[in-house]
């Protein structure tokens, strides 16, 4: 999945262009991932396919949300829902293959699944501080007291939020800039431009509501 900074970044790309911002629009934005926090699987919280690992069915999603996306957090957690499935589709498959993964100089190294994610939670920790300078992503949800979101999104305990807030910050207090192994800015840029512009494209496609 894409770290929790990257969807902040899609999500305000998004928000910019249909003029609306609101907190609890980008803490939908990252509600999902409350599931690794408290030990739930990912199937639930992400609407996972049985046949394709880590990708989201927005139909199941849509079928039952639909008409909720005026709802900031609701239309956040779309936002985070199609990024994952960006990610996973279009984008995980150029650096990680067959148990490889390719570095970026090239180098092709076969190691365990769990080493390889390693590998590339690495580059989230390392690209986060290039990130929030690069787009001025406000913070204060993760250092303000914690409001339970007005939601009927019922895949996640909403009101154990405060839990993946609080890792949250912790990550970001120890974001660094050290060299990153599987992915550099460029390459991220690219990705949260590529899929923020297919998200409203596809948001006009399906005549989804957007909040105000």
Known sequence: MASA???MCVAKKVSEHFNFDSKEYYLGSIAPDLSKQI??????????????????????FLNKYRDTLDNPFNFGYFVHLYTDRVWFKEFMTKAKFNNCVKLLD??????????????????YTNLNTLLLDEYDLDLS??????KV???????????????LLEKMADII???????????????????IDYCSDKIIKKIDEYGLKVPK
């Open 106 to 123: 090239n180098t092709i190294i076969e190691t365990s699944e769990e080493e390889i994610w390693n590998l590339i939670y690495n580059d």
């Open 141 to 146: 949800l993760f250092y303000e007291d914690f």
């Open 39 to 60: 030990g739930m699987t990912k199937t639930a919280s992400h609407f996972l396919n049985i046949h394709q690992e880590g990708v989201p069915n927005i139909e199941a």
């Open 5 to 7: 900074i990257i969807h």
């Open 149 to 163: 979101p007005d939601t009927t999104i019922d895949e996640i305990p909403v009101q154990k939020l405060d839990i």
């Open 173 to 191: 207090m120890m974001a660094k800039t050290d060299k990153e192994y599987v992915f550099d800015l460029d390459t991220i840029n690219y990705f």
